[in-house]
């Protein structure tokens, strides 16, 4: 890879040359070439995501150039979503000076004033800040927490009726409604908001945690348990069931959820960021986060979120990171040390990841996600029989295997076939579908199994093609159905889905390879070399490019009875 020098290094080193006379660099121009060089490593550092060397040479930019209001806008941004409320405050006010409505500014300053525990000055932003569709669920969340603190009854009755008015934010709003009757005292309103919030089978672990602990202070510890056992099978639930039964076990009293306003806000922000779950706002979804760690820094699962942000970004290093920093008491910290864990393997770096697991079972043998992360981890480093190991002591720590339980079972299964254990691997996936029969990758799996050990075909289409229905841009799954057709004998449907599949996925040798043979049986030939060639290129296996050269050379032999 070349190096691309910093501006103004070209600069001294056309300057040095000998051969090249340039002009005289006065000092206002290398002033000029530094600034540039400036913001083209914060344009860098942004692009790659590194948020705090982007706030650095934003910031260094902008004191280069004050007036520039796309330096202004960028330093803020950049300070806010690396967590430096120092200089966002700073430079919050030196935008809301030139833009009075700037939405982000106006939010970032009353988050700042809550941490103050200036309540009107919350509600003085929050007033002044331009409305639209999707900031009018953030200002109506923020302002009914400073209304609450100021017990402006009326006020917080305008704000939740503006937040139910807002298509979509209907269990946000039962949510908070609760927790701010909860904060004021009043029961029975509070109870029944908290149970319009639990409507679905599978709560929210926030609604979970937060109804039970207010269950828990109101003297119904057995209204709790039942509550937490009644979720007990959800391993998703796992954080919140647990540690509320321990603490019914053991007679103790928690907290509200929400202990200040501040909390309050933090909690709103934090639901605001976990319903931005595409990667393209994954960098909103930091901007709302690290405003909720400002406003209650102990909210572990915004820690989480933050994190797996960064995994959606590909920052392995910064996930890693928080996730080292949760507090071994949290009830989220099992969880983060698993997921580091995965972020190191996705690194490269298996041996640190394999030795921070073997810590975890070793402390905690039941554990049947930590035993499961390791074989994923083995199966990464290709130790397949490690691996195997660690998914059978997976299963013992699960009493009954449920839905959720199926990628275990899935796992071993590759792993099995890597080891040409393949009756073992097919018998696990069959558990697999038991558990879950509508997964398109098992139904795939399954089916191409069988289809290249030349069984079941025609079972084996009808699967395939079910996955296919549920799946139809997976070009794997399509090259799956087309090699089926090719194994019946349906030439020209094997060439027409496998050519799909190819358009699907463009590069992988196995489905070029595929299309070849279907090319050619369909007489095609001139066709059937030139995906056979595509196959060659993109193939980095010895064994296959000698195969596939033979059938360049030879063709196909005869077609099979």
């Known amino acids: 890879m070349h190096r691309i020098l910093p501006f103004s290094a070209l600069v001294l080193l056309l300057a040095g040359c000998a051969t090249l006379p340039g002009p005289v660099v006065s000092p206002e121009s290398e002033r000029d070439a530094a600034a540039f060089s400036t913001y083209l490593s914060a344009r860098f550092a942004a692009s790659e995501h590194d948020l705090p060397e982007a706030a650095r040479y934003y910031g260094k930019a902008l004191a280069n150039d004050p007036g520039n209001p796309s330096l202004l806008a960028l330093s803020f941004f950049y300070s806010t979503t690396s967590g430096d409320f120092d200089n966002a405050g700073k430079y919050a006010q030196s935008v809301v000076a030139a833009t009075p409505d700037d939405r982000a500014a106006r939010l970032a300053l009353a988050v700042i004033a809550f941490k103050r525990k200036d309540y009107a000055d919350v509600r003085r932003h929050l007033s002044q800040s331009a409305k639209g569709p999707f900031t009018v669920l ?278 099995k076939e890597r080891l040409k254990r393949l009756d073992e691997s097919e018998a696990d996936i069959q558990v697999a579908m038991k558990l879950s029969p509508d997964q398109p990758e098992l139904l795939n799996y399954l089916g191409y199994s069988w289809v290249d050990r030349g069984r079941k075909i025609p079972e084996a289409l009808a699967m395939l093609e079910k996955a296919r229905k549920l799946r139809p841009y997976d070009g794997y799954i399509v090259d799956s159905v087309g090699w089926a057709y090719y194994q019946l004998g349906r030439y020209d449907d094997a060439a027409k889905t496998l050519n799909a599949a190819v358009l699907l996925v463009p590069s992988d040798p196995t489905i070029n390879d595929h299309l070849g043979d279907a090319l050619w049986r369909a007489g095609k030939k001139i066709s059937a070399r030139f995906q056979w060639n595509h196959a060659i290129t993109f193939s980095s296996n010895d064994d296959e490019k000698a195969v596939i050269e033979r059938k360049l050379k030879n063709g196909l032999s005869e077609k099979p009875a």
């Open 138 to 415: 953030t200002l109506s969340l923020f302002d009914a927490w400073a209304a609450a603190a100021l017990r402006d009854t009326a006020g917080i009755e305008k704000d939740l009726q503006a937040l139910t008015e807002q298509k979509g934010a209907e269990n946000m709003a039962a949510f908070h409604t609760a927790l701010l009757q909860d904060y004021l005292g009043k029961t029975l309103p509070a109870e029944a908001a908290y149970k319009k919030a639990m409507t679905s089978a599978a709560p929210p672990p926030r609604v979970l945690e937060a109804y039970g602990r207010f269950l828990e202070r109101n003297g119904r510890s057995a209204d709790a348990e039942a509550l937490y056992r009644s979720h007990l099978r959800n391993g998703g639930l796992a954080t919140v069931v647990r540690p509320g039964l321990a603490r019914i076990a053991a007679n103790q009293k928690p907290e509200s959820l929400v202990r200040t306003p501040a909390d309050g806000a933090a909690e709103a922000l934090f639901g605001i960021a976990a319903s931005l779950t595409d990667g393209q706002s994954a960098d909103v979804s930091i901007l709302y986060l690290r405003m909720a760690l400002y406003l209650r820094p102990d909210l572990g699962l915004a820690n989480v979120l933050l994190a797996d942000r960064f995994e959606t970004l590909r920052k392995h290093d910064a996930a890693i990171a928080i996730y080292h920093a949760i507090a071994p008491d949290s009830p989220y910290y099992r969880m983060a040390q698993v997921q580091a864990a995965l972020n190191e393997q996705r690194l490269g770096r298996s041996d640190a990841a394999i030795a921070n697991l073997r810590k975890m079972v070793a402390a905690d043998p039941g554990d049947s996600e930590s035993w499961v992360a390791l074989g994923d981890t083995y199966r990464a480093a290709d130790k397949f029989a490690e691996a195997i190991a660690a998914y059978d002591a997976a299963e013992k720590a699960i009493p009954a295997p449920t839905r959720r339980d199926w990628p275990l079972f899935y796992a071993r299964a590759m792993s």
